[in-house]
């Protein structure tokens, strides 16, 4: 046996390319004059019409949820809450992590992803503006309808929602999650409304709408109800995000307060880590000043103020701030006290006496 002349498998490769060539040129217009032959046929107008539904139904899907455009670019990214607020760290949470060391790109923060990927970028100042005393605007018709806000009479000075609307406590209800409803801390939410209104004068804005229907963009729906909260309520004061810590032994989670006991209080403040958020430190200063009143008044009460990377709404207010009133290891009625107490050293800030 021997080998063939190179030049014959030369000649050989050229045919079967020249085939592979003219196949994929005769496909493009095969499909060409098969639409415009159903184009003539009397039912244009209809297969035009029903081709046209299609593509627009994906385009007003897809514009409805931009996240989706987003995660659908980046998959990433689908693998963050976008705020880090999840307990034990998962394992692709170690892996990302440890990516960024070596690889000095943080792989839950957009921002840095597309700096890597475009240069130019990277050359941006994407700060943003500067946080003032007052919301975002949001135009018109950008929010949905669906949420339900309680605004009381008057001025409303405080504002206050549930990110984290289905969190609950465990020796209540037997379940630390009401998935798709409204848990404890709701409950805990309207207890602070009715006290800092009917024993201190404060008028409050609650917003009790169902934000973590799906968990992984909780914040992303939850800032649509406090942006509305602010814009119907200028001159408020503060906005409280209620939630419930987790994670905590019972012993960890009550403290004696006049004979009684009550669901410990953690106050949660974001910073500039991942997202711009030039101003968080008025925020810290304004969950400091909160939780060191606290404990004057009722030692221990207050855990004091974590800093954690996620900025939880808080760039829309400087006086935002996450509160996580009790664990799963405390009961609705140990939270409400709390959150009963809270509402007397908040009152004493709104009315200027701290």
Not at 10 to 38: D, E, K, Q
């Amino acid at each position: 046996m021997y080998s063939a002349p190179v030049w014959r498998c030369r000649r050989i490769s050229m045919g079967w390319l020249r085939r592979l060539v003219a196949g994929l040129f005769l496909i493009p217009l095969i499909v060409y004059f098969f639409i415009r032959a159903l184009l003539l046929i009397p039912g244009q107008p209809l297969i035009v019409n029903s081709i046209r539904q299609v593509t627009d139904g994906f385009i007003k899907a897809y514009q409805k949820e931009p996240l989706r455009i987003v995660q659908t670019a980046m998959p990433l990214l689908g693998c963050s809450s976008f705020e880090g607020d999840g307990g034990r760290p998962a394992l692709d949470q170690v892996f990302f992590s440890v990516f960024e060391v070596f690889g000095r790109v943080n792989l839950y923060s957009p921002e840095t992803v597309l700096k890597s990927q475009i240069p130019l970028v990277a050359a941006m100042d994407l700060q943003g503006v500067a946080v003032g005393g007052s919301p975002s605007y949001v135009a018109p018709g950008s929010l949905s309808a669906e949420r339900t806000v309680a605004v009381s009479l008057g001025e409303c000075l405080v504002c206050i929602y549930n990110t984290h609307t289905g969190e609950t406590y465990t020796r209540t209800d037997g379940v630390g999650r009401v998935d798709g409803g409204r848990g404890g801390v709701v409950t805990v939410a309207a207890a602070l409304q009715d006290e800092l209104e009917n024993k201190y004068g404060v008028k409050v804005s609650r917003s009790d709408r169902i934000n973590d229907a799906c968990y992984n963009t909780s914040y992303l729906e939850s800032e649509k109800t406090a942006r509305e909260l602010l814009d119907a309520n200028p001159k408020a004061r503060a906005i409280l995000d209620i939630h419930r810590d987790s994670g905590k032994t019972r012993e960890q989670s009550i403290v004696n307060t006049g004979g009684e006991e009550a669901a410990i209080i953690l106050f949660v403040v974001g910073t500039d880590t991942r997202r711009p958020f030039p101003n968080w430190r008025q925020n810290y200063a304004f969950a400091t000043g909160l939780s060191d009143k606290l404990n004057e008044k009722y030692p221990g009460l207050s855990q004091g103020v974590r800093v954690k990377d996620g900025i939880y709404n808080q760039s829309l207010h400087p006086g935002a701030v996450l509160v996580e009133i009790g664990s799963t290891e405390n009961t609705t009625e140990e939270a409400v006290r709390s959150a009963r107490l809270l509402a007397g050293i908040l009152a004493g800030f709104i009315a200027g006496e701290e």
